[in-house]
């Protein structure tokens, strides 16, 4: 079995740094040869060389969507945040046949090992900054040198709490989680931060706050648990499965024909909905996008999209929030 502080790093390097895909193959070559870990932007992930992991069998829980999706995630996870234009053209296109469960990974337990060049948050600024441009998504690293997280475990833990009152304000908190971290450079494992969150999207803070230092914590050691028997080594991972079993993973980040291609290949049945992709209907959906995000569900050329929204902003029609490595925009209530 393999160390668990390694498998720890194998999490954590998968979603904290990030491979250049520009750069030579003598380089690469030395990477492999001297870092512990294999980083491979063509698939997305970081991998242990050596020992691979035998992908255990899924319970698919009875659910009336003809495709079932298991996906381990975490809340500071970098290329999870780099596919959410895909997740959510995904949940646009195939949401009334697919059922997602997000699982948590515990991707940053604490800081008391040093492997591969990171060993303390500082370390982690520049490898988010690298990220976000490889995944046109915009992410600050500074968040590392100004206000580092201690751990991953209590955005995680929050978030299996928030599912126990509503999934799909759950949902809501995550994003708003994410968004707090990746481009507000906010300490997300703090609780003020957590509870404003949680505010914001409608959910009850005091149950909340209940729930996090009672069943959440079970919750989540139960999706740790699932993630050891399932054997995720990174993250994103995601189980497509049907109810006969039959089963499609995608593993890393990748561009959303893999996804769509998963979802058809357990259930070939599946039917595309159409969905309106002005920008109206897309911001009534979803309150805030990405510039990534809005060429992906729009369809509209990226450069284009910027244009597009940035236009909207200076009408006062959305709300732009900008950082060194990109902006999002949030529709004006």
């Known amino acids: 079995m393999i160390n668990n502080k ?9 979603a904290l740094s990030s491979c250049n895909g520009q750069s030579d193959k003598s380089k690469k070559m030395e990477n492999r040869s001297t ?12 991998e242990v060389p050596g020992e691979k992991f035998e992908i255990g069998n899924i319970d698919v829980m009875t659910d ?20 959410e234009p895909q997740l959510r053209k995904l949940k646009l296109e195939y949401g009334d046949n697919v059922d997602i469960e997000y699982r948590m ?17 500082s370390d982690v600024a520049h490898h988010w900054d690298e990220v976000s441009l490889y995944y046109d998504m915009p992410i600050d690293g500074d968040i590392w040198l100004q206000d580092p997280l201690d751990s991953s475990y209590p955005p995680s833990i929050a978030f299996k709490a928030a599912q126990m009152q509503d999934r799909e304000k759950a949902l809501d908190f995550m994003r708003e989680l994410r968004e707090m971290v990746f481009l507000k450079k906010k300490n997300i494992a703090k609780w003020e931060h957590i509870a404003a969150a949680a505010k914001k999207v409608g959910l009850n803070t005091d149950q909340l706050k209940k729930d996090f230092e ?3 914590k079970e919750l989540f050691q139960e999706d740790l648990k699932l993630a050891r028997e399932m054997g995720v080594r990174g993250f994103p991972t995601m189980f497509f499965t049907n109810d006969a079993g039959k089963r499609e993973i995608v593993y890393g980040s990748k561009p959303y024909a893999f996804y769509e291609t998963a979802v058809l290949r357990v259930n070939s049945d599946t039917k595309k909905s159409e969905y309106s992709k002005n920008w109206e209907s897309l911001f009534a959906k ?18 284009e999209s910027e244009r597009l929204l940035n236009e909207l ?5 959305l709300e732009k929030l900008t950082t060194k490595n990109g902006s999002i925009w949030t529709l004006k209530s």
């Open 6 to 14: 390694i498998l720890t790093f194998v999490f954590l390097t998968a």
């Open 35 to 46: 870092n512990p870990l294999l980083c491979d932007p063509a698939t997305g992930v970081c």
């Open 64 to 83: 009336e969507k003809p495709v079932k999706v298991i996906y381990f995630t975490d809340p500071i996870c970098s290329s999870c945040w780099g596919i």
């Open 105 to 121: 990974g515990g991707l940053l337990p604490d800081w008391s090992y040093n492997s591969g060049g990171i060993s303390k948050p």
């Open 214 to 216: 009672g069943r959440g």
């Open 286 to 303: 979803y309150n805030s996008l990405t510039a990534k995000e809005f060429s992906e569900l729009s369809g509209t050329p990226r450069k």
């Open 313 to 317: 902003s200076d009408k006062g029609t």
